[in-house]
T-cell receptor, first 114, second 111 residues
């Protein structure tokens, strides 16, 4: 694709509901990152994939957060039993080489938990 | 611990005036530093990297290891420079680079 695509663009979830956020990276990009951006803050690292391998998930805030990239392309970030503090913009980024950090960001998914 | 501090949340200057967005960092090693920009209704995009020593859209940034700073500068601001600016520092993650971002500075250029 022309860029990193994220869906849905907006998501409103009731507290306790499970949500799944999708990221479609640029074709052929090896590295994929998820970031969380709370209102008024800079993005914060959640997790990183190299192809299908999740090499770092140190930024996931709790075991309610789970990410996967089973075929090394599309990735899904799942949040179980959403809480109000999960409200944020979730950004996905990809890059075409391992270790290359000029990555391309998606437009993000704005999650609001009510 | 890796940390990036942008002390100004808001910065407003007049068109044609010089602009400087401050960024300080803490990192126990050789840092890789970046500036990212987000224009209204657009996605976050890379503005410049210290390692490439380039000037993009008239902006430059010099890494000062003694002061642990990476301030972004432009001698003559233009209205189209109005945007959100984030300073970021990279930390190695098994061969890839995750970024630690500052809180951001919203720059407004007044006509």
């Amino acid at each position: 694709g022309a860029g990193v695509s994220q869906s849905p663009r907006y998501k409103v979830a009731k507290r306790g509901q499970d949500v799944a956020l999708r990221c479609d990276p640029i074709s052929g990009h090896v590295s994929l990152f998820w970031y969380q951006q709370a209102l008024g803050q800079g993005p914060e690292f959640l997790t990183y994939f190299q192809n299908e391998a999740q090499l770092d998930k140190s930024g996931l805030p709790s075991d309610r957060f789970f990410a996967e990239r089973p075929e090394g392309s599309v990735s899904t970030l799942k949040i179980q039993r959403t809480q109000q503090e999960d409200s944020a913009v979730y950004l996905c980024a990809s890059s075409h080489r391992t270790g290359y950090y000029g990555y391309t960001f998606g437009s993000g998914t704005r999650l609001t938990v009510v | 611990a890796q940390r990036v501090t942008q002390p100004e949340k808001l910065l407003s200057v007049f068109k044609g005036a010089p602009v400087e967005l401050k960024c300080n960092y803490s990192y126990s090693g050789s840092p890789e530093l970046f500036w990212y920009v987000q224009y209204s209704r657009q996605r976050l995009q890379l503005l410049l990297r210290h390692i490439s020593r380039e000037s993009i859209k008239g902006f430059t940034a010099d890494l000062n290891k003694g002061e642990t700073s990476f301030h972004l500068k432009k001698p003559f601001a233009q209205e189209e420079d109005s945007a959100m600016y984030y300073c970021a520092l990279s930390g190695a993650v098994q061969g890839a680079q995750k970024l630690v971002f500052g809180q951001g500075t919203r720059l407004t250029i007044n006509p």
